[in-house]
């Protein structure tokens, strides 16, 4: 293995396997290309990274599964940190708070937490990294009931630039906690979190399809129930234009469908509300027309993860994220304009997270984000299968945002903003102010500034 220097072996250049496994990523259409970079295992591995980049006159750059990697700046002049850290996740039943080492999935959460009654807010795939997911806001399949996942982070452990491990809560240092949990990074290695998990006995989850020529009466009826629909309910609606992969159903790819997938949540082994409202949301759906495929079932709470059938393996892809008001009818025939069947849409899936409930409550002790004011999170994709099509990608997620302009709030969740170029803003100019502050006390020289999100400081 090439080396870096003389102090840490572990550091790898472009060439070496090592290289290529720290800086794999899974969005292929964003390599990450630092000076350098590590895949840090312990925290010793942390701090000679970080002694590295300063003797060396080089940023840090952090990531675990580089799901944001198109959403990062290029990393030129910076050793990248991966972390996966050692150690299971780690379960306090008593408590309801899990202990999560850096680079742990989703999946192996769910997994310690089931033989408890417990779950986490976790998002829609067992393979997203949870560090990068919660700090970054996280839309969770139960967001309704339990708000933002970053909401349930309470205590966080980070190395900071110089080289110190904190544990950092309410109490040791009330400011950074605030300005980690939503203020854009750049304060550190964060190499673990503690989060507070709730019960979850049973769930009714699953994903019902129908072909595209139902969308428009299909949208109305979903919208409607959304207005007043119960806590206990997350939903998404999406269009999705799948190709034919051994791994996609032949009813999903032999044509457009709308899909509605979603969770219901029972904290108890009584199911018969839970069952009640999952009808109030599939019955005038199922009415509309009979599903060419429906998983909707009552079953545990792992199957959550795998309802909104998220690819699990890397792939390239380009897209867009909005956060959007009422859409109203009006909304709902432009979103339907300009990805539903004959729009001549290159995305493969386009569509909205229902929000409300919980999503939108402040919590009195969450971070610098801890709700959203929007019904809806707008998400459209595809893949650049090849240069034409990634142009025409572009073009599309620009038609799309300018028909959804009349509803767009503005802001943007950055654990779903998919490119750098694209607006991002989740912070007002005063929280960004409070952010930098804290920055400047804890990273004086800089050292982290790469992994800022946009908008997420005055000085970028």
Same mark, same amino acid.
């Given at each position: *293995? ?94 309801? +708070? ?109 994903? %019902?399809?129908?072909? !595209?020529?139902?969308?428009?009466? #299909? ?5 409607? /129930?959304?207005?007043?629909? &119960? ?57 509309? !027309? ?16 795998? %309802? ?6 890397? +792939? ?5 994220? *909005? ?9 709902? !025939?432009?979103?339907?304009?300009? +990805? ?38 707008? !998400? ?11 142009? %025409? #990608? ?12 009349? /509803? ?14 694209? &607006? ?37």
């Amino acid at each position: *293995m090439t080396t870096l220097g003389e102090q840490d072996t572990s550091i790898s250049l472009p060439g070496d396997a090592a290289y290529d496994a720290a800086t794999q990523v899974f969005n292929l259409a964003a390599p990450a290309r630092p000076v350098a970079a590590v895949t840090a295992h312990t925290i010793d591995q942390v701090r000679n990274a970080i002694r590295h980049a300063e003797s060396e006159g080089l940023q840090v750059r952090v990531h675990a599964t580089g799901h944001a990697s198109a959403a990062t700046r290029p990393m030129d002049g910076a050793v990248l940190i991966r972390t996966e850290l050692g150690g299971a996740v780690e379960i306090d039943a008593r408590s309801r +708070v899990a202990r999560v080492p850096a680079g742990t999935r989703w999946g192996a959460v769910a997994e310690a937490g089931a033989p408890y009654g417990l779950a986490a807010p976790h998002g829609s795939s067992p393979t997203v990294g949870v560090v990068g997911y919660l700090l970054r806001g996280g839309l969770s399949p139960y967001g309704r009931q339990v708000g933002l996942a970053v909401n349930s982070v309470r205590a966080i452990e980070l190395v900071t630039a110089d080289g110190e491990l904190r544990r950092v809560d309410a109490s040791s240092d009330p400011q950074l906690f605030w300005a980690l949990r939503g203020g854009g990074g750049g304060f550190g290695v964060v190499t673990a979190v503690e989060i507070e998990l709730f019960s979850a006995v049973k769930v009714i989850t699953g994903a %019902a399809y129908w072909p !595209a020529v139902h969308a428009e009466r #299909l949208l109305s009826a979903w919208r409607r /129930w959304t207005l007043d629909a &119960p806590r206990e309910v997350t939903t998404s609606l999406r269009v999705m234009n799948l190709p034919p992969l051994p791994d996609v159903p032949p009813a999903l790819a032999a044509g457009p469908v709308l899909s509605v997938d979603g969770a219901v949540l029972s904290t108890t082994d009584d199911v018969t509300v839970a069952r009640r409202y999952a009808e109030d949301l599939l019955g005038p759906l199922r009415a509309v !027309a009979e599903p060419v495929m429906d998983t909707w079932e009552l079953t545990t709470p792992a199957a959550v993860l795998h %309802a909104h059938m998220d690819p699990s393996d890397p +792939v390239p892809f380009h897209g867009d994220h *909005m956060l959007l008001s009422e859409i109203g009818d009006d909304g709902a !025939a432009e979103f339907l304009r300009v +990805v539903g069947e004959g729009s001549g849409s290159p995305l493969i899936v386009a569509g909205l997270r229902q929000l409300g409930g919980a999503f939108s409550v402040p919590d009195p002790a969450g971070g610098a984000l801890d709700h959203l004011d929007a019904r809806y999170s707008y !998400a459209g994709s595809g893949v650049p299968f090849d240069p034409d099509v990634a142009r %025409a #990608l572009v073009d599309h997620c620009a038609k799309v945002r300018a028909a959804l302009e009349p /509803w767009d709030t503005g802001r943007t969740v950055p654990s779903f903003v998919e490119r750098l170029d694209q &607006p991002q803003r989740h912070l007002s100019p005063e929280q960004v102010d409070a952010v930098d502050r804290v920055r400047a006390r804890v990273d004086p020289s800089g050292r982290f500034r790469g992994d800022i999100a946009p908008n997420a400081s005055a000085f970028l």
